[in-house]
């Protein structure tokens, strides 16, 4: 069983960027998330009594801003707690889209807005989009769950200094003197951002425990997961591209009151260390790595190279960039 907290859900993997850092694979064929799969999330509300926010993320929400409307007034006649987006501004072209915009994600019931602004969203995002959007959400009233999301690097990562630097100049740039705050997550090792993680530094022990699933609440103990992703394809993930259930196969409910880490191997492996599935990947494949930056990178490439093999836990492709 799973006591959920929240659900995040991926409205679409595709996105008009293609961050360095991102966890997927962007530019595969195009989907977005039909209000469906919001009514088999809620059709059993008996696993969703504590539950008090729900988030909408992708790649990019606003691919399909009427889409991505229906998607919050669907949750908003189930659900009276928070709903956050995150976005990455590009759709902002000027301040009177960007209040525009602002004004009907506010109408179709969103409570807060994350918007990326770092040195790799810059590469794709015009800087003043996103001014534009900080400026609108600043006098919007949303700002209770809203905040600037720069994803900053560990300071052991090659060119660390550089990359940071150069977020730290552009988020004081796009704030200028509106008070919406900042949220600085490290690049994790998990999709394109495992190949940002450098130098790789060793084999992590199996004394070392998955610590991080659902770390945007903050550190947990071992594989305690208390939110899940739902992605446009109706998989059930507990950390990005590892599967628990699909709810066009198998009701909501079901899949989070009858969760077991004893559900799969490789979900009883992880649980008990990230280093077991590295040694599963050594004796089913070659050319496994053989030093990592950290456990998630451990888990991350090793689940990589199992993916042929057990394709209905590790997927789908576009966790595996
Ligand atoms: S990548 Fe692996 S080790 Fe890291 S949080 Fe996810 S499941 Fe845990």
């Not at 595969?28 to 008996?46: K, N, T």
């Not at 794709?124 to 809203?146: D, E, K, M, Y």
């Not at 690097?153 to 008070?179: F, I, R």
């Not at 997961?225 to 009701?251: E, H, L, R, S």
Request: hydrophobic share 35%.
């Amino acid at each position: 069983m799973i006591e959920l907290s929240g659900i995040t859900f991926i409205a679409s993997y595709n996105c008009n960027a293609h961050c360095r850092h991102c966890f997927f694979d962007t530019s595969a064929a195009y989907s977005y998330m039909s209000p469906e799969i919001i009514e088999r999330v809620y059709e059993d509300r008996s696993v969703l009594k504590k539950m008090f926010w729900n988030h909408i993320s992708g790649g990019e929400v606003m691919l399909e801003p009427d889409s991505l409307y229906d998607i919050i007034r669907k949750i908003r006649t189930h659900f009276s707690g928070d709903i956050g987006i995150s976005t990455n501004g590009f759709w902002a072209n000027s301040p009177e889209i960007a209040e525009r915009r602002i004004q009907e994600l506010k109408d179709a019931g969103v409570s807060g807005i994350a918007v990326s602004s770092d040195t790799f969203h810059d590469e794709f995002i015009p800087c003043q989009n996103v001014a534009n959007v900080v400026h609108a959400l600043s006098q919007s009233g949303l700002t209770r769950h809203s905040y600037i999301m720069s994803t900053v690097c560990n300071n052991d990562v090659l060119h660390a200094q550089g990359y940071n630097l150069l977020s730290e100049k552009l988020a004081q740039k796009v704030t200028g003197d509106y008070p919406i705050p900042f949220a600085k997550p490290a690049i994790r090792s998990i999709g394109k951002g495992s190949l940002l993680n450098l130098p790789k530094k060793k084999i992590f022990s199996k004394h070392v425990a998955c610590t991080e699933l659902s770390e945007c609440l903050g550190k947990r103990g071992p594989f305690n997961p208390a939110m899940v992703y739902v992605d446009v394809y109706g998989n059930i993930m507990i950390c990005y591209g590892i599967i628990i259930g699909n709810i066009f196969k198998t009701p909501f409910a079901q899949i989070i009151s009858n969760f077991s880490v004893n559900q799969h191997k490789l979900i009883s492996n992880l649980a008990r260390s990230p280093h077991s599935i590295y040694a599963l990947a050594q004796k089913h494949k070659s050319g496994i790595p053989n030093k990592f930056y950290d456990v998630c990178d451990m888990c991350y490439l090793s689940r990589k190279s199992l993916r042929e093999i057990y394709p209905k836990v590790l997927g789908p492709a576009e966790c595996y960039p």
